[in-house]
């Protein structure tokens, strides 16, 4: 594979299909007060659920510095990489893509290998289901410049519904208004949250749990002839259920991203997503 791709660690690419697409994964970082943990390395999703749920102390995230990016940069080159493309979180949400773009400039000019990074304008499986087709296409031998126009295509056509038990933790981590978070907490609703534009925008509130993922997956079916899905999960009851239904109108294959200690920490316990990739960018938003 002369083109690689990366992506940061709230791509929430499992593992094990990072490996087999040749997908090098940039972790953030979470503190739990003085405890800092690399995403998906030194921790991982169920282990910072348990972590979470003893209460003692809230989690904080932070970005990769330039200098973590251009390490994972250079031994791409090193290992015969001849173009990079770099998928990234939505700039609105983090500094990690310009942390990523401040690191390829870096390698760029001193080994002369192109790269290309683009901001996916999105999260978790809104830019790991992307990330995942493009690899595939890299791997097929695509070049640099087709890799790139097709992501960015991708990205206008991802839409992301999800569900959370709790507004409090997009609150904490100042992803969302207050007063969203207490009209949440004072009703006991299930929040649904839409992923646009690099933003978390809130769709409505639904007073069942049961009620809440019937109508993240009636918004999805909403949007049309589909080319891809799949569903983002904190646990695999979620994921399940979401999956469940996804089937009443796709077919298709179902990617599963479970939510990583760095989008966890604003999600929250009990979320869960649906992430599709409509087959026309003009398709109607959530």
């Keep these: 594979m002369s083109i690689r791709v990366t992506v940061d660690s709230t791509a929430?690419?499992?593992?094990?299909?990072?490996?087999?697409l040749g997908i090098t994964v940039v972790p953030l970082t979470v503190l739990f007060g003085d405890e800092a943990y690399r995403d998906g390395v030194d921790l991982d999703g169920p282990s910072f659920y348990?972590?979470?749920?003893?209460?003692?102390?809230t989690p904080t995230t932070t970005a990769?510095?330039?200098?973590?990016?251009?390490?994972?940069?250079?031994?791409?080159?090193?290992?015969?990489?001849?173009g990079v493309l770099a998928l990234s979180l939505a700039r609105n949400l983090s500094s990690t893509?310009?942390?990523a773009l401040q690191a390829a400039r870096t390698v760029s000019s001193e080994t002369g290998v192109p790269f290309e990074v683009v901001d996916s304008h999105s999260v978790t499986g809104g830019c790991g289901l992307p990330a995942e087709i493009i690899a595939r296409e890299a791997g097929q031998g695509a070049s640099l410049a087709e890799?790139?126009?097709?992501?960015?295509?991708?990205?206008?056509?991802?839409h992301v519904v999800a569900v959370l038990e709790?507004?409090?933790?997009?609150?904490?981590?100042?992803?969302?208004?207050?007063?969203?978070?207490?009209?949440?907490t004072l009703?006991?609703?299930?929040?649904?949250?839409?992923?646009?534009d690099g933003q978390v925008l809130p769709l409505e509130n639904v007073r069942t749990r049961g009620k809440s993922l019937d109508r993240v997956a009636q918004i999805i079916a909403a949007l049309g002839e589909l080319e891809a899905l799949g569903v983002i999960q904190s646990n695999d009851e979620v994921g399940a259920e979401l999956a469940q239904r996804a089937r009443a109108f796709w077919s298709g294959p179902i990617e599963v991203f479970t939510l990583g200690p760095v989008v966890g920490t604003h999600a929250g316990p009990g979320a869960g997503a649906i992430v599709a990739i409509t087959a026309n960018e003009n398709a109607a938003s959530a």
Excluded: C, W
């Excluded at 990769?64 to 001849?82: C, H, I, S």
């Excluded at 126009?149 to 991802?158: D, G, I, N």
């Excluded at 009703?187 to 646009?196: I, S, T």
């Design 187 to 196: 009703l006991n609703v299930k929040p649904l949250l839409e992923v646009k």
């Design 147 to 158: 890799l790139r126009a097709h992501a960015e295509s991708l990205f206008k056509r991802v």
């Design 64 to 82: 990769p510095a330039p200098a973590l990016f251009e390490q994972a940069y250079r031994q791409m080159v090193a290992d015969g990489a001849t």
């Design 12 to 20: 929430d690419v499992p593992l094990a299909q990072a490996r087999e």
């Design 97 to 99: 893509h310009d942390s």
């Design 166 to 184: 709790t507004l409090e933790y997009l609150q904490r981590g100042g992803r969302i208004g207050r007063a969203r978070a207490l009209m949440g």
């Design 50 to 57: 348990t972590k979470l749920a003893s209460g003692k102390v």
